[in-house]
């Protein structure tokens, strides 16, 4: 694991403080150490359900479909498939 070098600094409510404190000691640990350790979890959880798209299998087949299908030939590539007027030298 790195060297911790970083500092997050926050404030709470007595009842929030409190709350921590509890929990920690259930769990034999610093609050520092149980704050950073759900922290953690829980950014872990956001980060990854970003990552991934979530849909139900119609959807799914349905977007693999769409995916399957070709695209209609924009005009830009109509036009590109025209025998030039002028060519360079």
Sequence with gaps: ??????RIEM????ETSDLLTR?????DESVSSFVLKAARTE???VLARADRTIMSAEQFDEMMAALDKPDQ????AEL???P??????
């Design 80 to 82: 590109a498939s025209k």
């Design 73 to 76: 030939p924009t005009k830009l």
């Design 23 to 27: 929990a920690a000691r259930t769990c």
């Design 84 to 89: 030039r007027r002028f060519r360079r030298k």
């Design 11 to 14: 404030r709470t409510d007595l």
């Design 1 to 6: 694991m790195a060297p911790k070098t970083e």
């Design 43 to 45: 950014a872990d959880r």
